[in-house]
Structure formats: structure tokens, C-alpha cells
């Protein structure tokens, strides 16, 4: 297989490629601080489809172009014509959501790899990614009271499960900039890594994460997934589900024959 291969975006401000076991969506906006447009989250969506049919991909890897920002948010200079009108907000809003949900019900593990500005659009972004992995120089901020904006109960929730209330409050009464340091006492971000280590920091995550069990991975995704919904929209039917099918593989005899033999297990997902 193809240790790098790229995949045909539909637009040249998304990139994505794949490395051994893990994919990556890129954002590339660089002169504009990867501000998104429609387009963008359009074809973002495409290649998460392309990365969820492909089994030999483990892990996502989302972050964004040119060193100096992860995603920033909205590309403003596209209002004109992208929300301009009733109609047009509300579908801007549709498409948005529906890249968010995407990325959030993403049935592999993602990881947000992030360097530089994280804003707005761009931290409901990584709340929807499983892991956040930042930069120490990296800035957080949903400015959304300095410019009069609304946000939906689906964004705030995922803000809230990430961070909880009282911290979700703060990010957005105060529409400041906060540091990676402050992100990861919030919880905000996994792990802060120095500007030079994040690439091979994250590689190294994702390899791990994709060298183990895939069908556990599926069951903790899944299980925690139902933990977040409102109860009365939990299947936890389909949770265990997802367990038991790990005590019938191949790979729980692998991994228990692997543990015994001292060596390191072979897992095939099945």
C-alpha cells in the first residue's frame, strides 16, 4: 500500500492523504487562517466518507495548513454570498451542522492536531474530534458575544461534554483568547506537546491507537457515544452490541494468546 497517497480533494482549500494506518483531512486556508467555507466542509465530508469505506485506514488525523492556525472559524469574506439571505443562512447552517455531525459520528477514533489559532468555528471543530493534541503557542477562543452570534444547543452540548458547563460558560461569556495551558486545565485539549514535536507527537498517538484492537476501539467509541446522547436517545442495545462482538473474535484469542506468549498481538478487526 501506499505509504503517502493523496486523495483527490474536490476543491484546493481541503487536502487529504493517507499514511499507513491513519488518514488525514487537512484544512487549507492558510492566507485566511483556514476560515472554512461551504466548500470546504462539503468536501471535508467526502473525504471522511472515503476514509470510513477504506478498512485499512484506523485513525483520522484533522488539522489545518500553513503553520499558523488549526481553523478559525467561518470564512467572513464568503457571507455575502454563502448567508446573505434567510434561505441562505439556513442552509449554511444545515450543511455546517451536518460536517460537524459527520465528524463527530465518525465511527473511528480522530484526533485534532492543532498549532496556532483555534476560534470559533474552528474549537466546534475539535470538539468534535475523539483527542485534542495543541501546540503551547496555540490560542483558543469562540468569540461569538463579541459579534452578536447565536449558538445552537448541538455545538454547545459537544462544548460542554468536552469541558462541562462552568468552563463552557466561560469560553463564551468572556469571548477571550485562552492559552494551551489554560485548555488543558479545562480539559479543552488531551495533550500539549512543543511547536516541533506536534507532527511526530500525533503520528505517534495515531499508530498506537490504530496498532490496537479495532473492534475495542469501535466498542469504547461506541459505548461512550451512547453515554452522551440525552437518555432517552440512548441504544444501548447497540452499545452492547458492539461489546460482544469483541468476545467472539478471532482478535480476543489473539490478544490473549499474544498476552501469554509475551509478544505483541497481530489484530485483524475481525
Known amino acids: 500500500m501506499n505509504q503517502s497517497a493523496p486523495i483527490t480533494p474536490p476543491t484546493d482549500k481541503m487536502l487529504s492523504r493517507k499514511e499507513g494506518s491513519v488518514g488525514y483531512v487537512i484544512f487549507n486556508n492558510p492566507e485566511r487562517h483556514n476560515a472554512v ?10 473525504m471522511l466518507d472515503a476514509f ?15 503553520g499558523k492556525a488549526f481553523v478559525s472559524g467561518a470564512d467572513i469574506s464568503r457571507f455575502d454570498k454563502e448567508r446573505s439571505s434567510e434561505d441562505a443562512v439556513a442552509h449554511y447552517n444545515k450543511v455546517v451542522e451536518a460536517s460537524y455531525a459527520a465528524f463527530h459520528e465518525f465511527p473511528k477514533p480522530t484526533i485534532a492536531m492543532i498549532r496556532g489559532y483555534c476560534i470559533g468555528g474552528g474549537m466546534g471543530l475539535a470538539t468534535c474530534c475523539d483527542l485534542r493534541i495543541a501546540t503551547e503557542g496555540s490560542k483558543f477562543a ?11 444547543y448541538s455545538g454547545l452540548k459537544r462544548l460542554v461534554d ?17 492559552t494551551a495551558a489554560e485548555a488543558l486545565t479545562m480539559g479543552l485539549v488531551n495533550r500539549v506537546v512543543p511547536d516541533g514535536e506536534l507532527e511526530s507527537y500525533v503520528k505517534n498517538y495515531a499508530d498506537t491507537i490504530a496498532g490496537n484492537a479495532p473492534l475495542t476501539i ?10 452522551l446522547k440525552d437518555e432517552s436517545k440512548r441504544d444501548l442495545k447497540r452499545a452492547q452490541d458492539a461489546v460482544d462482538a469483541c ?24
Open 52 to 66: 470510513r469505506n477504506d478498512n485499512d485506514i484506523k485513525v483520522v488525523v484533522v488539522t489545518g495548513a500553513g
Open 142 to 152: 469562540v468569540p461569538a458575544a463579541k459579534l452578536g452570534l447565536g449558538y445552537g
Open 37 to 46: 467555507s461551504l466548500d470546504m466542509w462539503a468536501a471535508a465530508g467526502k
Open 162 to 178: 468536552v469541558v462541562g458547563a462552568s468552563f463552557a460558560m466561560e469560553i463564551f461569556y468572556t469571548a477571550r483568547q485562552f
Open 218 to 227: 469501535k466498542a469504547v467509541k461506541a459505548v461512550v457515544g451512547e453515554m
Open 247 to 270: 468476545f467472539r473474535s478471532r482478535d480476543y484469542e489473539e490478544g490473549r494468546k499474544a498476552f501469554m506468549e509475551k509478544r505483541k498481538p497481530v489484530f485483524t478487526g475481525s
